[in-house]
């Protein structure tokens, strides 16, 4: 069918064979932990999806970035989650890069060796200000240790370096926003369990914690990000990629519900477009910034990532209105006879909590609409 046909042909193209190895899978399976998701995933190169090609890596652009999770999301929800976390990192050290500088050589590496990135950037708690970690930072005879937790970290127990997010002194004396990256084997890094809901259970969810760590300062990119938590350009880069990402995956998990009442046998009874048009609209949005930000002439500003936020939040109700019309449509055998429904839905309605969420961004988006520089709440 025609439904998810383009999605999976980019995931095809650029990821070969993981479509057809998730899909051999039963979906609580992949949903498990340890997930076979994440094997195949680096089998297939999945961890230099955003590399440049120049380094390696499949060079994939931000239209096909998202396509490419939707895709992922229609067959292993988890994974789609558990590789923004990796993507967006990736996608990070790709806007910072020097010519032939350390980010060029980690990045040739991810590629050649299928290394996983995960993210300790946003803290996943309420009220908590997503630029302001719980990691700290301490320059100690010329290394820097880190100490602190990020949790929920996903790729926790595959992950070969955490890239977190901490607050190191500059030279002036400010605190500024600083980027680490943790090699996974370093000396007192630990994983520990912290995800006890079986949702999403196979994106490794877990807490990592960080203890007198010590990094070399080459392992620490500093910003110009303070405490006033207004994105310098690397952050906003960041910010966009994530929010693109992660809404693509999720509207991918949502339209594996509706691809189940569209393949049910007998077909719908009623209109298709119904279950459809909602998850297909908000792909449109999210595809008309991944275009924005495939455009060498368009700035990567704050007008961009209040288009992201606006396709991301527009996601979430397009999501939480198909998923419950598609169980209806499925029916009470359906749900009995199976738990997929029930679990793609519940799935899908985790978008809205990752950060920054909607509430969360009310009072700096209206600032921002009144001519003020966007805050990330």
């Given at each position: 069918m ?5 999605e999976?042909?980019?995931?095809q193209a650029h ?8 899909a051999?899978q039963?979906l ?17 190169g999945g ?8 380094l390696?890596?499949?060079g994939?652009?931000?239209l096909?970035?998202v396509?490419?999770q939707?895709?992922?999301?229609s067959?292993?929800?988890?994974l ?5 976390m ?5 996608a990070?050290?790709v806007?910072?890069?020097a ?9 040739a590496?991810v590629?050649?060796d299928?290394l996983l990135l995960?993210s300790?950037?946003?803290e996943g708690?309420?009220?908590q200000?997503?630029l302001?970690p ?11 240790v880190?100490n602190?937790?990020?949790m929920?970290c996903?790729l ?17 004396g ?17 994983v ?10 196979g994106a490794?969810s877990?807490?990592v914690?960080l203890t007198?760590?010590?990094?070399d ?5 500093l910003?110009?990000?303070?405490a006033?938590a207004v994105p ?10 994530f929010e693109?990402?992660?809404?693509a ?7 594996a519900l ?5 393949t049910?046998?007998?077909g ?6 119904i279950?459809l ?6 792909m449109?949005a999210?595809?008309a ?5 495939d455009d060498?002439?368009?700035p ?6 209040v288009?992201?936020l ?5 996601a979430e109700?397009?999501?939480?209105r198909?998923?419950r019309?598609c ?16 679990y793609?839905a519940?799935a ?7 950060p920054?969420a909607?509430?969360r961004?009310?009072?700096?988006l209206r600032e921002?609409?009144g ?7």
């Amino acid at each position: 069918m025609y439904f998810l046909q383009r999605e999976r042909a980019a995931l095809q193209a650029h990821l070969p064979g993981l479509d057809v190895a998730l899909a051999a899978q039963p979906l609580e399976r992949l949903e498990s932990a340890p997930s076979p998701a994440i094997g195949a995933f680096r089998a297939a190169g999945g961890p230099g999806l955003l590399v440049p090609r120049a380094l390696g890596g499949k060079g994939a652009s931000a239209l096909e970035a998202v396509r490419v999770q939707r895709a992922v999301g229609s067959r292993c929800p988890s994974l789609a989650v558990a590789t923004t976390m990796h993507h967006f990192s990736v996608a990070g050290l790709v806007r910072s890069a020097a010519p032939g500088g350390a980010e060029e050589q980690l990045l040739a590496s991810v590629a050649a060796d299928g290394l996983l990135l995960a993210s300790g950037f946003a803290e996943g708690r309420a009220g908590q200000n997503i630029l302001k970690p719980h990691i700290t930072a301490q320059l100690r005879g010329g290394k820097v240790v880190l100490n602190g937790s990020k949790m929920p970290c996903s790729l926790a127990r595959s992950m070969d370096l955490l890239t977190a997010s901490v607050l190191l002194a500059d030279e002036d004396g400010v605190e500024r926003l600083a980027v680490a990256l943790v090699p996974a084997g370093s000396p007192g890094v630990e994983v520990r369990p912290f995800w006890r809901n079986p949702v999403l259970a196979g994106a490794e969810s877990e807490q990592v914690v960080l203890t007198e760590v010590e990094l070399d300062r080459g392992q620490v990119l500093l910003t110009e990000v303070t405490a006033d938590a207004v994105p310098d350009d690397l952050n906003t880069a960041g910010f966009l990629w994530f929010e693109l990402l992660l809404t693509a995956g999720y509207l991918g998990v949502a339209s594996a519900l509706v691809e189940r009442v569209l393949t049910k046998p007998g077909g719908p009874p009623e209109d298709p477009a119904i279950h459809l048009v909602e998850v297909e609209a908000a792909m449109l949005a999210v595809e008309a910034v991944a275009r924005a930000l495939d455009d060498e002439d368009q700035p990567w500003d704050d007008g961009l990532l209040v288009s992201a936020l606006t396709a991301r939040y527009a996601a979430e109700d397009a999501i939480a209105r198909t998923t419950r019309g598609c169980l209806s449509a499925l029916g009470g055998m359906a749900f009995v006879g199976s738990g997929d429904g029930g679990y793609l839905a519940a799935a899908a309605g985790a978008l809205g909590f990752h950060p920054p969420a909607r509430a969360r961004m009310a009072g700096p988006l209206r600032e921002y609409l009144g001519g003020r520089p966007l805050r990330i709440g």
